[in-house]
């Protein structure tokens, strides 16, 4: 541990690139299971096991998308219709006169929010990049909800006492909460991240974020080099990406104890 020391800031960092990889792996290993469990079940409808089993996720990545064109109302935004949940074929797109079939392993809509807003303005761009990436805010604020109901804990703080011993749900939290709470915080994290459609709508306001944060960090670096406290921003980014690692590892976990429950459910389909 002490020749680890000097290392344990960039280690923590990359952990964060890694910790994801493997996420995405477990996540496709528990779909390919529950798969096999719906083509058991289901025969040819078995595929659609996995939507429905993510339901509350798809509704919550809906509601995102509902509750960040309303905080635009005032600008112009107006919702035309709302469908939280409904397994259907994808519907094709045309593209210079070509008919565009959506790619991928099953080219099913699972909901959809649709609207109307002023044309040509930037606080119309500024909306749909944030109507975009609403997923991905309302499924990160409720896993963090989810977590402090199950544990009792925030999910920024670390269960540890004194002696560095885990706490992983505090003494006199109720027990009948993690009777759904797994099961929620997989399906909403399995379903918060946008889809190829929501990051094309939120390209300008990603564009623009960007940029703007590469001229600030130039601008820093230019004409505040001198002043700069590099251990201090290095010790701020490491407490942050400790905490993203947590929550991955929160989520690896939670991934495993499912992919345990599969197998031992193919294994009694499978004889």
Same mark, same amino acid.
């Given at each position: 541990m002490a020749q680890l020391q000097p290392h344990l800031p960039w280690i923590t960092l990359v952990g964060v690139l890694l910790l994801f990889a493997l996420l995405r792996v477990s996540r496709k290993a528990l779909r390919l299971r529950i798969d096999e469990i719906g083509y058991y079940w289901l025969r040819e409808r078995g595929p659609l096991l996995w939507f429905w089993f993510n339901a509350p996720g798809v509704i919550l990545h809906e509601l995102s998308h509902a509750i960040m064109l309303l905080l635009f109302y005032p600008f112009g935004f107006r919702i035309t219709s709302i469908t939280l949940f409904r397994v259907k074929p994808m519907p094709m797109r045309k593209v210079k006169g070509r008919v565009v079939r959506s790619r991928g392993r099953q080219s099913l809509q699972l909901g959809e929010?649709?609207?109307? %807003?002023?044309? /040509?303005? =930037?606080? !119309?761009?500024?909306? *749909?990049? @944030? !109507?975009?990436?609403? #997923?991905?805010? /309302? /499924? =990160?604020?409720? @896993? $963090? @909800? &989810?977590?402090?109901? $199950?544990? /009792?804990?925030? &999910?920024? *703080?670390?269960? @540890?006492?004194?002696?560095w011993?885990?706490?992983?749900? %505090?003494?006199?939290? #109720?027990?009948w909460t993690l009777l759904i709470t797994p099961y929620l915080i997989l399906t909403v994290t399995s379903e918060l991240w946008p889809s190829r459609q929501d990051w094309y709508g939120a390209r300008w306001l990603l564009f623009g974020v960007s940029m703007a944060l590469i001229l600030i960090v130039g601008i820093i670096y230019l004409q505040f080099n001198h002043i700069v406290n590099y251990p201090l921003l290095l010790q701020l980014a490491t407490s942050i990406a400790a905490h993203v690692d947590f929550a991955l590892l929160v989520l690896i976990g939670l991934d495993l104890l499912f992919l345990l429950l599969a197998e031992l459910i193919l294994y009694v389909a499978r004889r």
């Open positions: 929010v649709q609207y109307v %807003r002023p044309q /040509g303005r =930037i606080m !119309s761009y500024v909306g *749909d990049g @944030f !109507s975009g990436v609403a #997923p991905l805010l /309302g /499924g =990160i604020a409720m @896993f $963090a @909800f &989810l977590y402090w109901a $199950a544990t /009792g804990y925030q &999910l920024w *703080d670390f269960p @540890f006492n004194a002696q011993d885990l706490q992983w749900r %505090r003494p006199d939290w #109720p027990w």
